[in-house]
């Protein structure tokens, strides 16, 4: 069936730097897509959402890239921090009639900022 | 901001043994629900999606008469883990739709079920 996943379990990077985390999805009828991030023990906590009719969307320290050609799901942590260490999930979902659906999660990756 | 509380966040029961566990969206009304359940180092999985004053919809493969749904208001909805086994120990999360349109899903911090 179709699915959410993404492309690498785990990405260390340095303090200070840039991450960027990446995400295919397979299900073309998704057109509103949702990062969240999820510390150890807690649940998720929403991040940035991009709808289908856009292929790029910034927020404070991130920005989501979706392109629509070639299924893929980008986010983008500028200037990583101590605190952004977590695991993140993309998540999709079919909006059907303006009103959420129920979302499918990929499958998770954690990020590790190293001092 | 939207605030999902769940309640308790840790709990420990005796197999064989019922558990409740509470799911309350605090500055909104919702009226539909969903249950997650998450293993270790694995992703969330939809168990089912619980509707205000109506039967939840169960997903394929979950037990309805194991995990039983109530949802009996706009701002609340129950999990029960019935006869609890070892195997059911898992990470339980909950997310409430505020019936604003378009607005993402905010999640409680997860209940940590542990079957003794």
């Known amino acids: 069936g179709e699915s959410v996943g993404l492309h690498l379990p785990t990405l260390s990077v340095q303090e200070g730097d840039n991450s960027i985390i990446n995400c295919a999805y397979s299900n073309s009828a998704s057109d509103y897509f949702i990062w969240y991030k999820q510390e150890s023990g807690k649940g998720p906590q929403f991040i940035i959402d991009i709808r289908s009719n856009m292929d790029k969307r910034q927020g404070q320290r991130v920005t989501v890239l979706l392109n629509k050609t070639v299924k893929h799901l980008s986010l983008q942590i500028a200037a990583t921090q101590p605190g952004d260490s977590a695991v993140y999930f993309c998540?999709?979902?079919?909006?059907?009639?303006?009103?959420?659906?129920?979302?499918?999660f990929g499958k998770g990756i954690t990020l590790s900022v190293r001092p | 901001g939207a605030v999902v509380s769940q309640h308790p966040s840790r709990v420990i029961c005796k197999s064989g043994t019922s558990v409740k566990i509470e799911c309350r969206s605090l500055d909104f009304q919702a009226t539909t629900m969903f249950w997650y359940r998450q293993f270790p180092k694995q992703s969330l999985m939809l168990m089912a999606t619980s509707n205000e004053g109506s039967k939840a919809t169960y997903e394929q493969g979950v037990e309805k008469d194991k995990f039983l749904i109530n949802h009996a208001s706009l701002t609340l909805s129950t999990l029960t883990v019935t006869s609890a086994h070892p195997e059911d120990s898992s990470f339980y999360i909950c997310?409430?739709?505020?019936?604003?349109?378009?607005?993402?899903?905010?999640f409680g911090n997860g209940t940590r079920l542990t079957v003794t």
């Open positions: 998540a999709e979902n079919m909006v059907k009639g303006g009103a959420n659906s129920k979302l499918t």
């Open positions: 997310s409430a739709e505020n019936q604003g349109v378009g607005s993402p899903l905010h």
